[in-house]
């Protein structure tokens, strides 16, 4: 059982490059989130899912696609990236948001470096 | 809308002695709080969670937590500070009945000098 991974562990773009982080969890949650971690700024969520084919925005997420074309992944793509979204990436899975069940699980997170 | 607050970028505490991290919230309705800790390197763990009952939470490596309505509070305690205590502690809230997901606060850092 490997929980919640992430892919890639770092990378580093040049500005206008595109690129696509990859979340994976195989705990059969239904509710899963993609999170940046910036000094100072704590967690802020970019987009969030509530299940297979389903996205919403969060806190912050111009400059940001996401897709959950299968329950165990969510994909997090940025279009034309920016120095400004130099950040760590956090994606966390979660049963539901009801009865309790709302424990977020975390990945190890992706350290994104935008030159 | 719902928020989170951590007034204290840090907290030092010397090994030994009982540490206090402080968070407030802010719902409209009555809230679910959660902690969680982040080690160097490392994603947030959970530690623990206030849905309804008791005020007192216990939770993981010896931590609880304290939930105060009227005060709007939920500060993380634990009796005797160990230096691998030390690591940056997140408070988060969800109010069940107006949104559908979890707000974090900034962040705490722990440092528990031996």
């Known amino acids: 059982n490997a929980g919640v991974t992430q892919t890639p562990k770092f990378r580093v773009l040049k500005t206008g490059q595109s690129m696509t982080l990859l979340c994976a969890q195989d705990?059969?949650?239904?509710?899963m989130y993609w999170y940046r971690q910036d000094p100072g700024m704590g967690l802020r969520l970019i987009h969030y899912s509530v299940g297979e084919g389903t996205t919403a925005k969060g806190e912050v997420p111009d400059g940001y696609n996401v897709s959950r074309l299968k329950k165990q992944n969510f994909l997090l793509g940025l279009e034309s990236a920016a120095p400004s979204q130099t950040s760590v990436y956090f994606c966390?899975?979660?049963?539901?948001?009801?009865?309790?069940?709302?424990?977020?699980?975390f990945g190890p997170g992706t350290r994104l470096l935008v030159l | 809308a719902q928020s989170v607050a951590q007034p204290e970028d840090q907290v030092n505490v010397a090994e030994g002695n009982p540490l206090t991290v402080k968070c407030t919230y802010s719902?409209?309705?009555?809230?679910?709080l959660f902690w969680y800790v982040q080690y160097p390197n490392r994603g947030l763990q959970f530690l623990l969670k206030y849905i309804t009952g008791d005020n007192l939470v216990k939770g993981s490596y010896g931590f609880e937590a304290e939930f105060n309505k009227s005060q709007t509070s939920f500060h993380l305690k634990k009796p005797s500070a160990l230096v691998s205590d030390s690591a940056l502690y997140f408070c988060?809230?969800?109010?069940?009945?107006?949104?559908?997901?979890?707000?974090f606060g900034k962040g705490t850092r722990l440092h528990i000098l031996p």
């Open positions: 988060a809230v969800r109010d069940p009945y107006r949104d559908d997901k979890i707000i």
């Open positions: 719902v409209s309705g009555n809230p679910y």
């Open positions: 705990m059969n949650h239904e509710y």
């Open positions: 966390a899975s979660s049963y539901t948001l009801a009865g309790g069940q709302e424990t977020q699980y």
